[in-house]
């Protein structure tokens, strides 16, 4: 769900995959007994992340076999077994060729692999060869479950001009048997063999088991290319993999067979919590996602969306919403028409009575008025919003080759998957259709709107609630003082709700000293404990700061403890989950989010500079997280070191 989020969390950052050799032993190995499970040690086999772990994995696999191990997204590497005890295993990889791992000191890897629930899950430590083991430090870690064996194995191709498709069940020792399916003549034909290494053979007999066909040919990577052999006959044949049945969808898939990968997804899993037990290179390029030009929206939804990283913060479903979000942002890269499609289906058919979409946007808009926080967010995406759309109308004409409307059709479904994902109301609460502003707030946001029809509105009484409401959302556009003169005459209260009025008047220094001369609490708190200076200094804006110092503000005010917000009741759009640094102070605010000027101008104020968070963190860690070069060095002048870092 969008909400405020507090602190401001790190955006997600797209990475580069290396995958060429990974994909190769998931597409291999899944059938081939004497490549991939010839070890007999219980760990050999595939497994699929858990989404848990220290780093971001850019891939969902890890494949043990008996000549090397593939991290997620890594390439394949050598390992030596060091010991074997009980239901740990020990190992020292020389080295790791990939992204989301630190570098080692040289000498390569330990891995410490520990088997638990029957053998079924796999967790997995990695260290430094060099010494860290010892020290406990880890550099990665990650929780897998293992992967069922498939059996079966689903193929489409032709023999010469002739379209086919092939369902065999392979056992882990290579054995297949199975049928081809001649489609002109709608004939099921029964065949058997092996799949040996890369070797394949298969066998059609009679009733008296005479070989009558065979295709002999290689597999590689999820194709099958051979000679089909009848009597004096023989004919090239062509097999390539169902998309989805190995379980991973690569680029190469998804840019070869669209239909087959998007149209038709019955057979598409991704899970419903930590695991997906279909795997998706979700960084193919064409995908959404990976437009330069979209990169900023994508960036914008995250941080509205704000389920913080790794998803601490949330239940497992929050995995899977991930994994369909991104799904759907590369279908709009590579199958637009397709994409428009579902988006028209989902509305038109799934949620037809419920005005989805428009519910959406009326919940998106809603939440933008609970916070200036929020109101500034939401602003930012629909700017970003309107650069982008003619950007990606120009996109899809350019690259799929069709008309400017079928163009901006597609645009407009596929940016609507933004604006989904950043309202982030789960269905339920959308299908009543009540989720909207007030009639009152309607008024105020739309600036052809008169006084007149606010008094119209005003003529008859309003709760309490609701001119409270009104009188943060004329601050919010920063209407004209004589609009907030007749709210606060109607009987608008300046200090209610999770924030007061002068929260949502911070961007107006005349509201400011509207709302503070008609005694505005200038320390009113927020459920986190934050008074407006803090947002004062977010702003690094000093005049307002020492606006708000003149009127009493407190510059040694802190959040709350652990212990306090442990106890708070959060309003739809908030969330404490996020919040490490309990007990900060104002000039710790400043030390992170603003400048040296902001650090002088509190210190001259009486702000204490020995004061610690409940972390144990001081001003000059405050500092050092956002590496602000200028205040680390000015507050180095004053004597104070970082407490936790260096």
């Not at 330990?110 to 967790?123: A, F, H, N, Q």
Request: net charge neutral; glycine share 6%; charged share 25%.
């Amino acid at each position: 769900m969008a909400g405020t989020k507090e602190p401001k969390s790190s955006i997600m950052k797209n990475s580069l995959i290396n995958r060429l050799l990974q994909l190769s032993f998931i597409l291999i190995g899944i059938s081939i007994n004497s490549i991939v499970y010839a070890c007999e040690h219980k760990f050999c086999d595939e497994w699929s992340i858990m989404g848990l772990g220290s780093v971001y994995f850019t891939s969902s696999r890890l494949e043990i076999t008996e000549n090397g191990i593939t991290w997620p997204g890594c390439s394949s590497v050598p390992y030596k077994i060091i010991s074997i005890e009980n239901d740990t295993w020990i190992l020292h990889v020389p080295q790791l060729s990939c992204s989301g791992i630190r570098k080692d000191s040289g000498e390569g890897y330990i891995m410490t692999l520990l088997s638990t629930e029957e053998d079924k899950e796999l967790k997995i430590k990695v260290y430094d060869f060099k010494g860290d083991i010892k020290k406990d430090q880890e550099l990665a870690w990650g929780e897998f479950y293992r992967i069922p064996f498939d059996r079966n194995r689903n193929f489409f191709g032709q023999i010469g001009d002739y379209a086919i498709s092939m369902h065999l069940e392979v056992s882990k020792k290579g054995l297949t048997e199975g049928y081809y399916y001649y489609d002109k003549y709608k004939q099921e034909i029964r065949l058997s063999g092996k799949i040996d290494g890369e070797d394949i053979i298969l066998n059609v007999y009679d009733d008296n088991n005479n070989i009558l066909e065979t295709f002999k040919g290689k597999y590689l990577e999820g194709k099958i290319n051979g000679v089909w052999k009848r009597q004096n006959k023989s004919l090239k044949f062509y097999l390539a993999r169902e998309p989805l049945e190995d379980h991973y969808i690569s680029c190469e898939e998804m840019k070869k067979y669209p239909k087959k990968v998007f149209l038709d997804q019955r057979d598409l899993d991704l899970g419903s919590g930590y695991g997906s037990p279909t795997g998706v290179d979700y960084n193919c390029e064409g995908g959404l996602a990976t437009l330069k030009f979209i990169k900023n929206l994508y960036d914008l939804t995250e941080v509205i969306r704000s389920e913080g990283p790794q998803h601490i913060c949330t239940g497992s479903s929050v995995h899977a919403y991930w994994r369909y979000y991104n799904f759907n942002l590369l279908k709009a890269g590579l199958a637009p028409e397709i994409h428009t499609l579902h988006s028209e289906q989902w509305e038109r058919e799934e949620y037809k009575d419920y005005r989805m979409y428009q519910n959406q946007l009326n919940y998106f808009k809603l939440w933008s008025h609970q916070s200036l926080y929020n109101f500034e967010l939401y602003n930012t995406f629909w700017n970003e919003y309107n650069l982008v759309k003619p950007m990606l109308v120009s996109h899809y004409k350019k690259t799929f080759n069709v008309s400017t409307k079928k163009a901006a059709y597609y645009a407009e479904h596929a940016l609507r998957s933004f604006v989904i994902r950043a309202a982030g109301s789960f269905f339920y609460d959308l299908q009543g259709g009540k989720p909207d502003i007030l009639l009152i707030e309607k008024t105020l946001s739309n600036a052809g709107a008169t006084i007149n029809d606010l008094k119209g509105i005003l003529s008859d009484p309003l709760p309490q609630d609701e001119l409270n409401q009104a009188l943060k959302v004329a601050l919010l556009y920063q209407k004209p003082q004589n609009i907030l003169e007749i709210l606060l005459e109607k009987g608008a209260k300046l200090n209610s709700g999770y924030e007061s009025a002068l929260f949502f008047a911070l961007r107006n220094h005349s509201h400011v000293r509207l709302l503070l001369n008609r005694d505005a609490d200038v320390n009113y708190t927020n459920g986190f404990g934050k008074t407006a200076l803090f947002y004062a200094i977010g702003f690094n804006d000093h005049a307002l700061v020492q606006l708000l110092i003149d009127h009493k503000a407190e510059v040694n005010h802190s959040y709350k403890s652990k212990e306090a917000l442990d106890g708070s009741e959060l309003p739809f759009y908030q969330s404490y989950c996020l919040l490490r640094h309990t007990k900060r102070t104002p000039l710790m605010h400043a030390a992170q989010h603003s400048d040296v000027a902001m650090i002088k101008l509190l210190l001259r104020h009486g702000a204490k500079l020995d004061a610690v968070d409940e972390q144990g963190f001081n001003v000059a860690d405050y500092a050092l997280m956002e590496k602000r070069l200028d205040s680390m060095d000015y507050l180095k002048s004053l004597g104070l070191q970082g407490n936790k870092l260096k």
